[in-house]
């Protein structure tokens, strides 16, 4: 999924197929509200909570990639830019560190950390704050100068279950992007990493109401937007 990064969370939509109930009922479904019941019926198929999403969402007239930027955090955000960039969405920090797990399902390609391995710092190395041992072993997965684009897991540990070892991970300094181990370096956020990784059921509660919380934001309702028949099309018609 998700990188996930407006949130990189969403890319648990595509874990898995829609469930049988989202193509069943899909005549009757916007596709904005398809798309919320697939990431949370993918997340339960990984070993999350599965938890009540809201439908009645309206779909955009118009998608434009561009308009991502700005929008979506780069793997090198610090805290204080992950904190100003979902707060502007109406997110809080703890918020942001529980979103932020969805980091524990999925691959992320090498370009969006190889600098950490290669080009990190004024003498142009590695990353002092990523473990030795892991960047070995990311470096033989991606070298400076791949012959194609690969990608490797977000957690290493259980990259296909969604646990709490994304965080354990973080603590261990094996947060693959920069913007996963800036949540040690805060005080705050720190606390927080640690207490998921001594807590799973704090965490799996916290994501699923981060997420339904996500999911109603720019939601367009009453005659705003369209009801698209053709996902990839918009339909002018309300």
């Not at 197929?17 to 198929?45: E, I, M």
């Not at 990190?120 to 070995?136: I, K, R």
Request: a neutral charge; charged letters at 15%.
């Amino acid at each position: 999924m998700l990188m996930v990064d407006w949130p990189s969370v969403m890319h648990i939509a595509n874990v898995g197929k829609f469930s049988h109930r989202a193509r069943r009922d899909r005549r009757q479904r916007q596709d904005a509200d398809v798309f919320a019941f697939a990431a949370r019926d993918a997340l339960a198929l990984v070993g999350g909570n599965a938890y009540q999403v809201p439908a009645g969402r309206r779909d955009g007239n118009v998608s434009v990639a561009q308009e991502t930027n700005g929008n979506l955090p780069p793997p090198s955000a610090s805290v204080n830019q992950l904190t100003q960039m979902f707060g502007a969405k109406g997110l809080t920090q703890a918020e942001i560190v529980a979103l932020s797990g969805a980091h524990t399902i999925g691959e992320s390609h090498c370009s969006s950390f190889s600098n950490r391995l290669y080009s990190s710092g004024p003498n142009a190395g590695q990353d002092p704050s990523m473990d030795a041992g892991y960047v070995s072993k990311l470096m033989q997965r991606c070298p400076q100068q791949p012959a194609q684009q690969s990608t490797v897991p977000m957690d290493a540990v259980t990259p296909n279950s969604f646990d709490t070892n994304y965080y354990a991970g973080i603590v261990a300094n094996r947060g693959l992007f920069s913007s996963d181990q800036a949540l040690l370096a805060d005080q705050t956020t720190a606390a927080q990493v640690v207490g998921y990784t001594n807590n799973s059921d704090s965490f799996q509660a916290d994501f699923a109401d981060a997420m339904v919380k996500m999911g109603s934001i720019g939601v367009l309702t009453g005659t705003a937007g369209t009801i698209r028949t053709n996902c990839r099309v918009a339909s002018w018609s309300t």
